[in-house]
Every structure is written in structure tokens, then in C-alpha cells.
């Protein structure tokens, strides 16, 4: 499949009373269409600024981006990378900008100059991706933190992106909100088609990814499926990072003699359990 994001050599550093802090280090990663890309790391390992680099919010001190083969410091083409790539953040309070749930959705897309037949075929589209077509007309204040989220998803979906880059978007969501949110970010890949690239520290939602990459002061130390990842829990650990519950409990078992494998889902955990059940 198509690169649909590419960083060749990325660095990034900002000023500080202190001199110059180096963020990225020389980062070359390919990112394909229609995939499902988790990036962790602890805090200031530099993910959040990668994301940033995405859709141009940031550019390249060093090194180059480039989104579907166009170069992010090209400023006549900044409008085309921001079509292709959306971005929705952690708060989601920053990104509603209206105070009724249809309005928010079509602030982008008025902006853009999209004619009302279409801007409305878009609309229901977008809130219907994201399982919110019953809130059309409801307030924004009276959403709960999940559902908020949701409508700053679909105000995202409805520029109708190639790919959406989402910066810890559950970090401020209770369980409840989490998971809605997470149910709509599989439904967008798996349905739609949308590469997918979030940034999260919940190592159960890296889990649900078709490929995690790891990163550890400015660089990338993993890049692989969740599966491999995930099996190496002392490396992780050694990056103070934890691991799916369920890969812990089998890591566990397996430092008190009792090998099972590993598994990063409730689902695997059970399965491997049982066949050393089985086999006794």
C-alpha cells in the first residue's frame, strides 16, 4: 500500500532559558494508508510533537515530512496537508467552537467554502460515523467529555481526511468515555478506511492497534505489531512503560513457572489459559 505519511531524518528542537532542547532526533518512519498506528512513550519522549508534524502544526528543524508526497514546509500546499491529515487533540473543548452539535460540525467546512447541499450530506455522514446523529441539535455544554469528543471527531470526519492523527484524545474521558471514543476510532479504520495514528499512554488502547511504535528521548526504540511490542515487557519496563493487564498477569505466570505466552486482550489472555487447561 501507499506511504501515506513519511519523515526522513525528522528533528525538532525549541529555545529555552537554558539553550536549545532537542525533541526529535532524527526520526524516519513510514506510516502506509488505511493502517492503525499507536505511538507511546512516557512524557516528553517526544510523541505529541511527532503528531504535530503531521498536518504541519509543526515543522521540521531538520530532516523532512511529507504527506501523500507533499513537503509540510510548503506553504502553498499547507491547505491540501490539512485536508488529508486532521488532527483532534486532548481537550476537546478546545476544538468545539459552537454551541449547538451541527454547528460545530459544519464550522470547518464553512470555512472551506463547501456549498450547503453538500456541507449537509456531509454533516449527517460525520455524526453518523461517530454514532452521535441523535445529538444534532443539542447543545455542545450539555455533552459528556466522551460524546464531546465524538462531535470534535466529526467535525474532523466531515473535511473527509485520508487520515486522522488523534494526540491522547481519551486522557481527560472517564472509562465510560474512553471506550465510547475508542469504539468510534476502530469504526473509522476498520469501516472507512481512515489511517489511523494515536497517540495515547493507555497501553490497553496501543493494544488494539495494528502496529505499535515506541519512543524514548526524541527516538524511536520499537516499531512492530502489538503483539511483539508488548511481549518484550522487561525492555518496556526498563522504559518505565507498563503493558496490557492481561500481558502482565501471563508475564507473571510465566516468572513463576508457568509458561503460558503472552496476550494483549482479554480475549487472548483467556484463549492461552485455557489450552494449558485443556492440555491438563
Do not use: W
Not at 43 to 66: D, I
Not at 76 to 88: E, K, L, T, W
Amino acid at each position: 500500500m501507499p506511504n501515506h505519511i513519511k519523515t526522513v531524518n525528522l528533528e525538532f528542537s525549541y529555545k529555552t532559558d537554558d539553550g536549545v532542547t532537542d525533541v526529535l532526533k532524527g526520526i524516519d518512519l513510514e506510516i502506509t494508508s488505511g493502517s492503525f498506528v499507536a505511538v507511546i512513550g512516557h512524557n516528553g519522549s517526544g510523541k505529541s510533537t511527532l503528531a504535530k508534524h503531521f498536518n504541519g502544526v509543526l515543522l521540521p528543524c531538520g530532516g523532512t515530512v511529507y504527506v501523500n508526497g507533499i513537503d509540510t514546509r510548503d506553504d502553498s500546499r499547507i491547505f491540501d496537508i490539512r485536508q488529508r491529515v486532521g488532527m483532534v487533540f486532548q481537550n476537546p473543548d478546545n476544538q468545539i467552537v459552537s454551541s449547538i452539535v451541527e454547528e460545530d460540525v459544519a464550522f470547518a467546512l464553512e470555512n472551506l467554502g463547501v456549498e450547503p447541499a453538500a456541507m449537509e450530506k456531509r454533516i449527517s455522514e460525520a455524526l453518523a460515523a461517530v454514532n452521535m446523529t441523535e445529538y444534532r441539535t443539542h447543545a455542545t455544554y450539555k455533552l459528556s467529555g466522551g460524546q464531546k469528543q465524538r462531535i470534535a471527531i466529526a467535525g474532523v470526519i466531515a473535511m473527509r481526511p485520508d487520515c486522522i492523527v488523534l494526540d491522547e484524545p481519551t486522557a481527560m474521558l472517564d472509562p465510560v468515555g474512553r471506550r465510547e471514543v475508542l469504539r468510534t476510532i476502530r469504526s473509522l479504520n476498520r469501516q472507512f478506511g481512515i489511517t489511523v495514528i494515536l497517540i495515547t499512554h493507555y497501553m490497553n488502547e496501543a493494544a488494539g492497534a495494528d502496529r505499535v511504535i515506541v519512543m524514548n528521548d526524541g527516538k524511536i526504540v520499537m516499531d512492530d505489531t502489538a503483539q511483539s511490542v508488548f511481549s518484550q515487557v522487561d525492555e518496556l519496563k526498563k522504559l518505565h512503560l507498563d503493558v496490557p493487564q492481561e500481558t502482565e498477569l501471563l508475564y507473571e505466570l510465566a516468572k513463576e513457572g508457568i509458561d503460558i505466552g503472552t496476550a494483549t486482550n482479554v480475549d487472548e489472555c483467556v484463549t492461552q489459559i485455557m489450552k494449558v487447561l485443556d492440555r491438563k
